[in-house]
């Protein structure tokens, strides 16, 4: 994000703010993977959606600032992501569900898009830095998320047992077989029943495959660990000696 272009009211504030987040893959990387671990762990029902929510909805945002998204859809992100959280909060008073579902698709759109956005700063980074590995790794995680919520997704709207033998499954259980599949694990403990769950799957073992061998071997192949260090002592050593040039003499007077 362009924090020059951000001219909201309370703008230094956001420009600040703006300014710390700014290539924090370290940090969009720990939320994904606290988003993970909350989607594992706890029911995605009551007070517990509302908390998944809002660390989903802090992991978009970041991410897209992070990426040096423009100001304009950051707020958008900002303004939907509080949408889909009071959506949460209404679910967890009222009991209605349709409202969390509402909710759910608005987040996971938004951690779609941050995620393509994370993509693009990677791959037209001007240099290779252990924030662009992050990066990478974060994109690389969001994955396992997005196919997860779209296996679940599936099994609520189609006829069928999403697994075949039709087992007890709890929200996380699609989680762990999103991973493995990415990963190529492959435990064989949950297996498709069919279509279209075999054909996602085959795409994220592919995508999995292809995004590990071709981007992040690539950049961890031409990252050069120290060099920005080593840059940035050569330029305290550079204005130091320059300095110590143009100081006056005071034996002179």
Do not use: C
């Not at 909060?89 to 969390?100: D, K, R």
């Not at 495959?209 to 940035?232: C, D, H, M, S, Y």
């Amino acid at each position: 994000m362009d924090p020059t272009a951000i001219r909201a009211p309370g703008g230094e504030r956001w420009l600040r703010r703006a300014e710390q987040v700014t290539d924090a893959f370290g940090l969009v990387l720990v939320l994904v993977l606290v988003t993970f671990v909350l989607t594992s762990l706890i029911d995605n029902s009551g007070w517990g959606s509302v908390l998944i929510m809002a660390v989903t909805a802090a992991t978009s945002v970041v991410a897209l600032t992070s990426s040096h998204a423009r100001a304009h859809y950051v707020h958008i992100a900002i303004y939907l992501s509080s949408v889909s959280l009071v959506l949460s909060i209404v679910t967890a008073v009222s009991g209605a569900s349709v409202w969390l579902n509402f909710g759910a698709i608005i987040q996971v759109v938004l951690l779609a898009a941050a995620t393509v956005a994370v993509l693009i700063r990677v791959v037209t980074a001007a240099e290779v830095s252990a924030r662009t590995i992050l990066g990478a790794i974060s994109v690389y995680t969001v994955l396992g998320l997005l196919f997860g919520f779209a296996y679940e997704a599936i099994a609520r709207v189609q006829s069928g047992p999403f697994f075949a033998g039709d087992p007890h499954v709890q929200h996380g259980d699609f989680l762990f077989f999103s991973y493995t599949t990415l990963t190529t694990t492959g435990y064989g403990d949950l297996v498709p029943a069919g279509q279209p769950g075999e054909m996602i799957a085959t795409f994220e073992m592919l995508i999995g495959q292809i995004f590990l061998v071709t981007l992040v071997a690539g950049l961890v192949a031409v990252w050069r660990p120290g060099t920005g260090l080593k840059e940035r002592r050569e330029r305290r050593a550079a204005k130091t000696s320059g300095a110590a040039f143009t100081e006056p003499d005071a034996s002179a007077d």
